[in-house]
């Protein structure tokens, strides 16, 4: 085997084509990676004469990895993530928790727990730059794990292996109703009466859908589901009377609108809840200061909550 040399390989040529990988269109790419498509692709093409391998298939309106593709740029992403790496241990053994964190959170959590941490991170730690991205469990583990993000907020447990965890707070789960629903009358709901037809959910890969269907009996269907997008909707659709549902306890903080519509009620049983957590990819060296920060964030759990020992 010739010797090739270093030299030339650039980090910045193996970003564009994992751009080019994930959006499988080259305009998109350079967009995301702030240079000229014909920059980019003229990188690219460099960079396979450099391999002696076509990387893409392309054509007008398709562009795909070819299999001898696929399997360089899954070794692409893993020289980039050793690169970040590289310069995250760096920074974090002058300054562990200075400068920019890209922190991911499920958007059933996200509006209603980070405007109340938010002040308290900014006072302990005034360097600390905070990205947020707001996702669904399945999106942010996806970029955790191609350290798109440093760290997630999510309800646990985790859906990945790869991922280290620690536990903040537990969120409780109260019954909402339409304020004429049989079941608004009484002081505190069972699981047990939740099994009913008129429960509302989310769609499909919002997590507090399944946490809902877990812990509620068997709902009978007799019709096709009404399901929401959001909790917003969710809660107007409970005002309008379609039915009831599950909430967790910090989305209903200072609910103002349909008092004379809705009524929350508590559930007798202590499952009823679940478990936030802060998330990271395993192999991250920054791990003792993700550790350092869940404590924090441990101390500074939302009022109502359970916490966890610190």
Same mark, same amino acid.
């Given at each position: ?49 450099? *391999? ?56 059933? *959590? ?141 989305? *209903? ?58």
């Amino acid at each position: 085997m010739s010797y090739v040399p270093l030299s030339g390989l650039s980090l910045r040529d193996i970003e564009y084509v994992v751009a080019v990988d994930d959006l499988r269109n080259f305009s998109r790419a350079a967009e995301r990676c702030g240079v000229s498509q014909a920059g980019l692709s003229e990188q690219v093409r460099k960079l396979e004469q450099l *391999l002696d391998v076509t990387l893409f298939e392309r054509s007008r309106r398709h562009v795909a990895p070819t299999p001898d593709g696929e399997r360089l740029i899954a070794l692409g992403r893993d020289v980039l993530a050793a690169a970040r790496n590289l310069l995250e241990a760096a920074r974090a053994h002058t300054s562990p928790l200075d400068g920019i964190l890209r922190l991911g959170v499920i958007p059933t *959590l996200g509006p209603y727990y980070i405007p109340g941490i938010l002040p308290h991170l900014r006072n302990d730690y005034p360097n600390l730059h905070l990205r947020l991205t707001e996702g669904m469990t399945d999106t942010l583990v996806h970029a955790l794990r191609n350290n798109e993000l440093d760290l997630a907020l999510m309800a646990l447990p985790a859906p990945s292996e790869s991922l280290e965890t620690i536990s903040l707070f537990e969120e409780a789960f109260l019954g909402v109703f339409p304020a004429t629903h049989e079941l608004a009358g009484k002081n505190k709901i069972s699981l047990k009466q939740l099994g009913r037809p008129d429960l509302l959910l989310l769609e499909d890969g919002h997590c507090l859908r399944d946490q809902a269907l877990s812990i509620c009996p068997t709902v009978p269907r007799q019709r096709e589901p009404r399901l929401a997008t959001s909790l917003e909707m969710l809660w107007h659709m409970i005002g309008a009377g379609e039915g009831f549902s599950l909430i967790p306890r910090l989305a *209903l903080r200072n609910r103002m609108d349909f008092e004379s519509l809705i009524t929350v009620r508590p559930l007798s049983e202590p499952e009823a809840c679940r478990t936030i957590g802060l998330v990271w990819r395993a192999s991250d060296p920054r791990a003792s200061t993700f550790r350092e920060l869940g404590k924090f964030l441990r101390q500074n759990a939302p009022e109502g909550c359970k916490t966890y020992p610190t």
